[in-house]
């Protein structure tokens, strides 16, 4: 049994003082008690660990190598999507493993207790299967192991180069399955889960409605079983445009008319919807899956967050590409974003709570529903997803409560005051540092040597 004694923690009834909090062998919340003596670990400040709830971990290697700008003035996310693919003739599965676990432990580090990786890069370069059909998904779960990080597998249906039904090629012949070999793949990615630790997950991702047709889509969510179901969705307006062309409606609109969208969805990105289809997803009960980070890099535009969260709309963060891996910046990010479209302060803040505490717990509730996990909340029978965060220091300088948040996410250096975290009670991460940091990054370090500078 561990014991984490804390001066304050955020709990679903709000702020505690003096709490508690014992972790059974089972990884899970044993209990919590209020209003008792330090006697175990002592820390300042405890939260619920979010999932990170959108990752394709390999893009981590590529993170500072796409931001230049070539002849045409034009560069934009397709032009990105190009050198990507192009990057991806490169990549051995050792090497995926190494980068995938480099990933994780950077998440890890910046406060995430979980990750729901979307896992598209199934195949060898030239898009033949390997001899094992899961050696991919399989080094993505030996990754998670290896850093203790709790993960929902997500393999992905990828099938057409777009609406028209068009072969893959290139860089994308890595992703492709027909469905009855996706159903194998997704098979097989269940047994991995499944001999891994108890708190992976499993579910299933179709990776657009421009990879996918309407037949496949369907089998898609019957074989998802109760599983959850996760789907980029409206994320460029060449794609809204390409979609609405082919398929007679806007992604989202199409989507909601066609199938039955619930709280086992997350649709990922949205930053291209009216504020019909606004409402209309927030009254899915879905979790609407932002990467406020990896969309300003790539440009996709603004997400409609206050109009979404007014409608009682769920949503949670991830860091898609990994071009920077940081939690409390995600959130600041996808807050400013509002603040700079409606020039408007304390955007998504509520009368009783601050912007951070608005933007926090949903992350935390919102991240937890995407990934079919039960965590996000300090309460027991909760895995033990924590972060603990010094606050005697010049940075949150002993501020408590919501202003404690508003300091961690908007002042900029949130991150430097994790001290430790938790995943399903694997104590990952102690005075900052992740246990297995030196040989994750050196062997990192040593793949990013093999491929080069240059895409």
């Not at 159903?183 to 047994?191: F, P």
């Not at 996709?300 to 409608?311: H, P």
């Not at 919501?402 to 975290?421: N, P």
């Not at 005075?431 to 050196?442: M, N, P, Q």
């Amino acid at each position: 049994m561990q014991k984490i004694h804390a001066k304050e923690v955020l709990t679903p009834k709000g702020w505690q003082a003096d709490v508690t909090v014992s972790i059974g062998a089972d990884g899970r919340i044993a209990g919590i008690e209020a209003g008792c003596a330090p006697d175990a670990q002592g820390v300042d400040l405890l939260l619920p660990a979010p999932v990170n709830l959108h990752s394709h971990a390999f893009q981590r290697a590529m993170a500072g190598l796409t931001e230049t700008r070539g002849p045409d003035p034009r560069d934009s996310f397709w032009t990105w999507r190009r050198l990507m693919y192009r990057f991806l003739d490169r990549l051995t599965p050792d090497q995926v493993e190494a980068i995938a676990a480099q990933v994780f432990m950077e998440m890890l580090e910046s406060g995430y207790g979980a990750v729901a990786e979307f896992h598209y890069l199934h195949h060898g370069p030239d898009g033949q299967p390997y001899d094992d059909l899961g050696e991919m998904a399989g080094r993505i779960a030996a990754a998670a192991q290896a850093t203790g990080i709790g993960l929902t597998l997500l393999p992905v249906l990828y099938m057409h180069g777009g609406c028209d039904g068009r072969a893959l090629a290139g860089g994308q012949r890595r992703f492709g399955n027909d469905f009855n070999q996706f159903a194998r793949l997704h098979e097989m990615s269940g047994g991995l889960v499944r001999s891994g630790p108890p708190d992976f997950a499993l579910g299933l991702a179709p990776h657009s409605l421009r990879a996918v047709d309407r037949d496949a889509l369907r089998e898609a969510v019957t074989l998802s079983g109760d599983g959850v179901i996760h789907m980029h969705l409206a994320e460029q307006v060449a794609e809204v445009e390409e979609v609405e062309a082919a398929w007679g409606a806007r992604p989202v609109r199409w989507l909601l008319d066609n199938h039955l969208v619930t709280d086992r969805w997350c649709l990922i990105h949205c930053t291209q919807m009216t504020l019909e289809e606004t409402a209309a997803l927030a009254a899915t009960g879905a979790v609407a899956g932002l990467c406020p980070i990896t969309e300003s890099n790539l440009g996709d535009g603004i997400f409609n967050g206050t109009d979404y969260a007014a409608a009682g709309g769920r949503f949670g963060v991830g860091s898609d590409s990994n071009v920077h891996i940081a939690l409390f910046e995600e959130l600041c990010t996808l807050d400013y974003s509002q603040r700079l479209r409606d020039r408007s302060r304390a955007a998504m803040a509520v009368p009783g709570r601050s912007s951070g505490r608005v933007l926090f717990d949903a992350a935390a509730q919102g991240g937890a529903q995407a990934a079919g996990r039960n965590s996000g909340r300090i309460v027991a029978g909760a895995w033990a997803d924590l972060v603990a965060v010094s606050t005697d220091n010049d940075r949150v300088c002993g501020r408590r409560g919501d202003t404690a948040l508003d300091t961690l996410i908007f002042a900029g250096q949130g991150r430097q005051s994790i001290c430790d975290v938790w995943s399903a009670g694997r104590h990952v991460v102690r005075e900052g540092r992740h246990v297995a940091r030196d040989r994750v990054s050196a062997r990192f370090r040593g793949v990013i040597a093999e491929l080069g500078q240059d895409i």
